[in-house]
């Protein structure tokens, strides 16, 4: 086989795997009544906040006007609040709600499980292997 279609291959097992994920986490986030990227945002501000939208933006690697959209519907869902930022009076901080923070939590437990459920095919071996070539890809 060649190698441009070992290649390709490889590329194509590797998406298909990403599609499955994304789609496996779109069902676990469907009983939550939030949406992948409302969940992204949460998770951001459960491990940094508050912080500025601008900010949300850079971590989630999205445009300050998408970022600026997702923080809306979080605080339209009592999930996060804005408030001033005491180091500039014209910027905005975002921090979670108490209601943002147990949503949080159960977005961190399911997608827990859901990991654990689509990963269990895998032992501890493949899974730490896994781990180490999916760390090295992303660095």
């Known amino acids: 086989m060649s190698e441009s279609v070992e290649d390709s291959t490889l590329t194509e097992l590797f998406f298909a795997v990403a599609r499955r994920l994304r789609h496996l986490s779109r069902e676990t986030l469907e009983p939550l009544d939030v949406s992948p990227s409302q969940a992204r945002a949460l998770m951001v501000l459960m491990r940094h906040s508050p912080r500025r939208p601008g900010a949300i933006a850079e971590h989630l690697r999205i445009a300050a006007r998408s970022a600026t959209e997702v923080v809306d519907d979080l605080q339209a869902l009592g ?37 654990e459920r689509f990963f269990e095919a895998l032992d501890p071996g493949d899974r730490a292997e896994l781990t180490r070539l999916l760390r090295k890809l992303r660095d």
Not at 89 to 104: E, K, M, W, Y
């Open 79 to 115: 999930l996060v609040e804005r408030g001033p930022d005491p180091a500039d009076r014209r910027a905005t901080l975002v921090s979670l709600t108490g209601a943002g923070r147990a949503a949080g939590e159960r977005i961190r437990a399911a997608r827990q499980a859901e990991s």
